[in-house]
């Protein structure tokens, strides 16, 4: 083999077969690269096109049309957009502005809120997500529009206007910067013409494939036809004000295909296999029974015939026909495949998506709580992934293009702020928890070993992690000023469980207990926890610990008996008093309750009897309106009725007007039509003998042409041959002479200086002759088309002539025929003006009337009113006065049990005083006395002299 064979064989594949050889390359072969009569069929649609000529218009089309299709028969396909769009965008992407300056961030939001929900931005960014999965692509166009008031969300004010407020336009504070959401199909190139190298049905892109134009009709081209209308203008937008959002599944695509592509047959197979099921069960039901006979072949039938049917009747009781029997068709319809069926197409249909089954199907009953989180992991992370995009394409577009507005209005946001001092991120709405305590805990932990943070936690629910910590601040620190003024624990308004104290230390002071009635200053003081009327600080002496001795200890047990005890007396004064005072208030709301009662059935009594009066005066209205129209009604069919007969007449006469029209159109066609075919003729005969002559004026003058070149290039051969011929006399002569080399060169250049002179004297000669018999040539094609213009001038004044006089005598016809139709449109007009002031005056009449009728309702409506509305303030009056009444009875009643409590305290206060002051002085006079002698009775009286003991 050559080596020309063998490189062939390297390259594509040829060569000796058989085991591979030492220090050789290995050859391998793919299986999917082999076609077989087998697996033919199956890539029969194969192609080896571009991006760009794969999803050409046509096939676009088409996609776009059966995806449009399915989404409004398919109830899946439905479902499935709009649970895509709204699990995307939800209520609307918001913005976090992160730059140094505070007042900056919050201006830039509050701004773009507001702006945001002017224009319905969640919407149409839901509209353009639902776009994207059933078109391929969904297309924005960032617009001015004017009619945005000065104050977002405020309406119209002029009723004559109701799209633009003249008012609020006069006042350019707004950012009138709004998203138009077009469809797909109006981004496309109608003109033919348009053959760029680098263009794109819609598009016209650079060099390194990104868009540089977009070509966007004026006008849907499905919409209605109309004149106006011309569906073939289009304008040419520019890239930074078009928001093209699609997903790109090659390099170079320049244009998106609906998202359900791989599952478009799918769908179909599904609405087909639905059918035919319930084509089966409907089948399955309409037979209900079949009747099978035990007759021999050749015996005749007994009735009914074969394949007749028969009417059955609920309830029926009947002899069958001799040799006859009965089944019944089970009933097999659905299948239970078909559940099965329908969750494997939509699996399958899921998977080009990436969203799980149950979405698609709206059913979770066969989810369990690990798997639903499972399988929303890849969808979520999808989602993540449809929103960088949507960002990168959409939001960031239309924001920079809102801050280069907003900069612009005095007051709004600094003149200086662009995009590139502008860090934000976007935040959306975030996933429902399934288990919301669980994952709380694990966010819990993050936060606690620090993988994660409170920015993270807050931007996955699709907040900003400032204005939380923020709320969290003003509720905490309101909540803790409401526990101080009323006295209760902060836990039971922030709904937290109180913090357990940690143990005391050994050594340290007693801790101080909030919920018992004493505790032990920092002076070992027992304290009640409270204050009397008088404002003075409940306590006894005595301390705990080192000093005090036992007896002090027993001291203060003995006080804090008396305490407790006169504590549960005072407890349950205090509720047998509350009990009174909640049984007064039972008993005044049982009345006012009653009261109210009373007086609802009154005014319900009221209405019923207004209800009653406006309704028999409603009838009796409405029985004079019906009779009122009546009469007018009769009156305008009289009317209508001769009015109809009139028109009638005067359709008839616009109809012959209209065949006159057509008969004379038809005649003047006819005669334009010879005329234009006769003037045909004779123009085609003149050009015919024009170009004859032309023809023939050519070939003699090519014929001279061709002479004087042949001419040329004889004279020019002779020519040379005896220049040739003096050449070599030269020579011989020179040689002949003995002149030297180096001297010849004179002689040589004197003879080709020569020749020269003679060559351009035969090409002047022949220049010569070329030239006049070009100036002949002219001189003859001149007068030729002088004489042919002068012709065509005359032929064209003539039959300019002709068409004058022609169209003079037509117009005279039609100023004619127009005369004697506007004397007849005249008297119409005449009838219809007297038409028209018979309506007004009979309206002006009606209107009257009505008028006068309806002033005498009003003022039987006002004085009713009047009557009703004093009768209605006499009601309410005589209640409030009964309800006041009430209420100072009630607070009288209040006050006298406060007075009864408050001298049963005061008394209770004066006893409990000098039970303990003798107590005091019994216990401590003996029991000190007693054991410490005269060092502690000083102490002691120290003690008492310098802490007086208050109860």
Known sequence: MSRFGRLLGRVFGGGRSGPPQRGRNVQGRYEGAETTHENEPLWRGTDYLSARAANSFQV??????????????????????????????????????????????????????????????????????????QDGEAFGLLVTNRNLARTFGQQPQDPSSPDVDVRTLDVEDAVQLDVVVIESDQVTTPDPGFTDYFW???????????????????????????????????????????????????????RGVPELTPALDLFAQLRRFTKAVLAAAEAAADMALFMKTQVPANVDPADPEPFERLQLHRGMLTTLPWGTDVTGLAATQPATTYEMFVRVLLREICRCLGIPLTIAMGDFSGSNYSSGRLEHLGYHRMQRVDRQLLVECVLDKILAAWLEEAVEIPGLLPDDLTIADLPHRWFWDSAESINPLEEQQAQQLELQNGTKTLSAIYAEKGEDWRIALRQTAEETAYAYKLAGEFQIPVEALLHKAPEIPAATPPGSPPPTDTKARFHVDA??????????????????????????????????????????????????????????????????????DEHEKAHQKIEEHATTSAETEDKAIGKARDREDADTK?????????TERQRAKEDKEREAAEKAREREDADTKKTREREDKDTERQRTREDAAEEKRAKAEEEAMNDEVEAADKQIKQDRAAEHKDLAARQEQEKADLEKQLDKDGVAEDDRGDHRDELEAKHDEEREGVDEKYDQQDQEAQAKYDARYAAEQKLQEDVSNDTTEARDTEDEGRQAQRDKEDADREAKRQQEDDAWEVVENKRSDDDDARQQTRDEADEKGQSGRDA???????????????????????????????????????QE?????????????????????????????????????????RRRAKVPVEV
Not at 60 to 77: D, G, H, M, P, V
Request: glycine content about 8%; proline content about 2%.
């Open 60 to 133: 676009r089309k088409t996609l776009k049309i059966r995806s449009r299709y399915e989404a409004a028969n398919n109830s899946y396909f439905r479902g499935i957009t709009n649970s895509l769009s709204n699990d995307l965008i939800g209520s609307g992407p918001r913005i976090q502005v992160r730059s140094g300056d505070v007042g900056i961030n919050r201006a830039v939001q509050n701004a773009w809120h507001n702006w945001a929900r002017a224009i319905g931005l969640a919407d149409k960014l839901r509209l353009m997500a639902k776009a994207k999965v």
């Open 200 to 254: 794109v049905d819609g598009l016209v892109l650079d060099r390194l494939g990104n868009p540089a134009e977009y070509h966007v009709l004026r006008h849907h081209p499905g919409d209605l036809f109309i004149p106006q209308l011309n569906p073939l203008k289009y304008d040419r937008w520019r890239p930074r004000d078009v928001c093209h959002w699609f997903r790109k599944d090659r390099p170079g695509q320049a």
């Open 523 to 592: 002076t070992g003081r027992l304290i009640r926890a409270g204050k009397d009327d008088n404002g003075v600080e409940h306590a006894a002496d005595g301390k705990f610990g080192s000093g005090g001795g036992s007896a002090g200890g027993k001291g203060h047990d003995d006080h804090a008996e008396h305490h407790d005890r006169w504590s549960d007396q005072d407890a349950a004064a205090d509720e047998k008093h509350e009990d009174k005072r909640a049984d007064a208030e039972h008993r005044h709301q049982a009345e006012n």
């Open 630 to 638: 009546k009469t007018r009604a009769k009156e305008d069919q009289d």
């Open 860 to 898: 039987e409506d006002e004085a009713l009113d009047q009557k009703r509305s004093a009768a209605a303030d006499a009601r309410q009056e005589e209640f409030e006065k009964a309800q006041a009444d009430r209420d100072a009875r009630h607070q009288a009643e209040l006050d006298q049990l406060d």
């Open 901 to 941: 409590a408050e001298t049963a305290e005061k008394a209770g206060y004066e006893e409990r005083k000098k039970e303990h002051a003798g107590a005091h002085d019994t216990y401590y006079s003996r029991k000190t006395h007693e054991k410490y002698g005269r060092a502690g009775t000083k102490t002691e009286a």
